[in-house]
């Protein structure tokens, strides 16, 4: 790999590096979901989902469909779900 795709790569798993990144897209392999709905299931403000959801997006994990005055977001495509599916098996071979 060229330098540059080193840090890309680090900067990919720096984003994943964040609880609260991690709830909402564990939110997002359920069901595409508003800002509203993953406040309401992270008990957190709009506002601080809206941040995240903002970093998620401009790191190409999370995307936002329109529908009407609605934005739902879910995960950018397969790829992330298996990142964070693959994560949560890895960590969970311990508790067996």
Known sequence: MTEEKYS?????????GDVTRIKIME????????????????SMSPSAISHQLNVLRRSKLV????DG??????????????IISCGIEHISEGDA
């Open 8 to 16: 890309d790569l680090a900067e990919l798993f720096k984003i994943f």
């Open 27 to 42: 939110a997002l392999m359920e069901k595409e979901r508003s800002v509203k709905d993953i406040s309401e299931v992270l």
């Open 69 to 82: 005055k609605m934005v739902y977001y879910s995960l950018d495509d397969e790829h992330v779900y298996e």
């Open 63 to 66: 995307k936002a469909r329109r």
